[in-house]
């Protein structure tokens, strides 16, 4: 029987109360499609399965949690897995040595020139979705080499072997290849993606076939230059985490930047030598909340991540449990938790770097979240949500209180928030992204979800690098989000969201997934699925979710459906009719779970648990 077919508003009477941090398989009157990973020493888990298998090998040659997601990184750029080395990469570790969770800010910037006034120039009223003007700084291969120099124990050379080995030919699978074929007229504006991605340029069918072995000579070439800078500064006697650093110094400031640039600026885009050197990866305090004593940890409000902690902390005024498993009530809850929330993201969050200051102590504090639960009406959903006032709750006044009236009126009336419910319109909405989860035995884990690049990608030069996309997630118009308005230098707001929860001081979880602005609504679900009704982990990641888009969208024209809600096929009729009468704009899809990849520490038995979505290709592997 699947798990789709279960009656969800039933659910919650076939739960059984389980005590302690044990998990038991199927305590639910259902079978999962995957079956739960187990291991004892490590477990890697990611949206490829070659990938996954990448994390495996570094962890059978001694490699830690560190050294093995830096792999699979490596690994699901080179295989265009939704993103490519030019992409964005965030990510938490927690460190069992101080045993503080650390948050990885590797997102790129605006390049110098990319201001309001250049796009509006060009009759844009966003950065464009796609090609050299959408590109950011590249972060992904200054993340990868930060965290492995700081907390890895291996060389650049064996954490980048499975990569180098699958640039040099690997068999492409059909997603893919797939995506090669339909963004082709995209690619081949593009000169250097051209070349890499259309191997049978004229043929009815011009991107690879499935199964065919995929070169990238350029890409192998950059990641051998890597490696041989790293080599040569070993053999200088230079320390493991220095030689490292040579290497980045050679993407940032050396060949491979002044390359990257050339090729960038060669077809229309605004990266520069300077933009490139100048850009450094952080290492940050990442945002926590509590919910009922379990410690719950995002990245900072350049991520839409503290979003899921608002919600949280305004979730945490209702008994959920009650309301049983995707009932009218809890579907109806979630979803005006997340609006508020949400609405507080779309107007709130931006780069810290920059002014102004977000208020964030006020959005997170739970005095505000309690305030802001009192505004959901338990019988309708409410179009006219919007962000709230976090200032009085850390002693201010709001400086953007005419700019929050206006806002509020324009969330009804702008035609961008009359959007269809099409595919293009969901595609948007959950674009890009994958997830990479790893633990190990000494203690350490990471949660990660990189990004940018993702097919169809703009390839730089002759560096085989594939450039950002994210530029389009910034606001032009500072009536929209003053926090989030485009500046060169600046970070733009993005979906990205890595996620992680200790429990009596130990780790608990640690959980991502891939699609956009679908990210925390989906693992807030996934959260209270293991925490309210006691699913095992891998229970939870195929578990029906539901989805709100009455927010705005991140990518694209950034639209937004007011009482836009997508349910799980299986919702029962009665549901689906109390949920219409509520002002819902309901439409249905088979599998709603994902993709979810996750890890439960099992502290009882001294074992991990992992889970791994049936909605895609992500995959684990445990020992």
Excluded at 293 to 307: F, H, M, N, R, S
Excluded at 494 to 512: C, E, I, Q, R, W
Excluded at 580 to 605: C, L, V
């Amino acid at each position: 029987m699947k798990l789709l077919r279960f009656l969800p508003m039933a659910f919650a009477l076939f739960l059984i109360n389980r005590e302690g941090n044990a998990q038991a398989f199927n305590n639910l009157p259902v079978t999962t499609q995957k079956p739960p990973l187990h291991g004892k020493h490590w477990m890697a888990i990611t949206g490829k399965p070659l990938a996954a298998t990448a994390g495996a090998m570094t962890f059978t040659k001694g490699g830690n949690a560190i050294d093995a997601a830096c792999a699979m990184l490596a690994a699901t750029c080179t295989m265009w897995d939704v993103l490519s080395w030019g992409g964005e990469t965030q990510a938490l570790i927690y460190n069992p040595k101080t045993k503080k969770v650390i948050a990885i800010n590797a997102h790129g910037v605006a390049p110098t020139g990319a201001t309001p006034e250049f796009y509006k120039s060009k009759g844009m009223k966003y950065p464009p979705e796609y090609g050299p003007l959408a590109a950011v700084t590249p972060g992904t291969p200054g993340g990868l080499m930060t965290m492995l120099a700081e907390y890895g124990t291996m060389s650049l050379k064996d954490v980048l072997a499975p990569a180098m080995e699958m640039a040099a030919g690997y068999p492409i699978e059909a997603q893919t290849a797939n995506s090669i074929e339909k963004g082709k007229d995209l690619i081949k504006q593009w000169p250097y993606s051209k070349k890499v991605f259309l191997p049978h340029l004229g043929a009815s069918r011009e991107a690879p076939d499935a199964g065919e072995i995929f070169v990238q000579k350029d890409l192998l070439e950059t990641l051998k230059k890597l490696v041989n800078a790293e080599q040569q500064a070993l053999a200088k006697g230079k320390s493991r985490k220095d030689a490292i650093y040579a290497a980045n110094d050679l993407f940032y400031k050396g060949e491979i930047a002044k390359e990257f640039s050339r090729g960038c600026r060669e077809q229309g885009g605004l990266i520069t030598e300077q933009d490139l050197a100048n850009w450094k990866v952080k290492i940050e305090e990442p945002m926590m909340t509590t919910y009922k004593g379990i410690e719950v940890y995002k990245l900072q409000q350049w991520t839409q991540g503290p979003a899921m902690l608002q919600a949280l902390n305004i979730l945490e005024n209702f008994d959920l449990k009650s309301m049983g498993y995707n009932s009218t009530r809890y579907v109806h809850t979630l979803y005006q938790a997340m609006n508020l929330a949400f609405a507080d993201r779309d107007f709130y969050y931006g780069d810290p770097a920059f002014g102004p200051e977000e208020p964030m102590k006020g959005l997170l504090s739970k005095e505000y979240a309690k305030e802001r639960s009192k505004l959901i009406n338990p019988n309708m959903n409410d179009p006219k949500i919007g962000p709230g006032d976090p200032y009085p709750f850390e002693g201010k006044a709001n400086p953007y209180l005419d700019m929050l009236k206006s806002w509020g009126s324009a969330s009804l009336t702008s035609p961008k928030n009359n959007a269809t419910l099409d595919e293009k319109f969901e595609e948007a909405f959950t674009a890009g992204t994958t997830s990479i989860e790893t633990a190990d035995e000494e203690g350490w884990v990471v949660s990660v979800t990189p990004s940018g690049g993702w097919v169809p990608s703009c390839i730089a030069g002759n560096t085989g690098i594939g450039m950002s996309q994210r530029m389009q997630a910034f606001v032009l118009d500072a009536k929209e989000n003053p926090f989030n308005v485009l500046e060169p230098g600046k970070r733009p707001r993005v979906t990205l969201t890595p996620s992680m929860a200790l429990k009596n001081g130990k780790p608990y979880l640690s959980f991502a997934k891939q699609a956009g602005d679908e990210q925390d609504q989906l693992l807030l679900q996934f959260f209270l699925n293991m925490v309210e009704f006691d699913m095992t982990v891998q229970e939870s990641c195929e578990a029906p979710s539901f989805k709100t888009f009455q927010m705005y969208s991140s990518f694209g024209k950034h639209e937004r459906i007011n009482g836009g809600l997508t349910l799980n096929e299986a919702m029962p009729d009665w549901t689906r009719k109390d949920l219409g009468r509520m002002g819902y704009k309901i439409n249905y899809q088979e599998r709603t779970s994902g993709p979810i990849n996750a890890i439960y520490f099992d502290w009882e038995h001294g074992s991990f648990w992992g889970g791994s979505s049936n909605h895609g290709e992500d995959y684990g592997i445990g020992w």
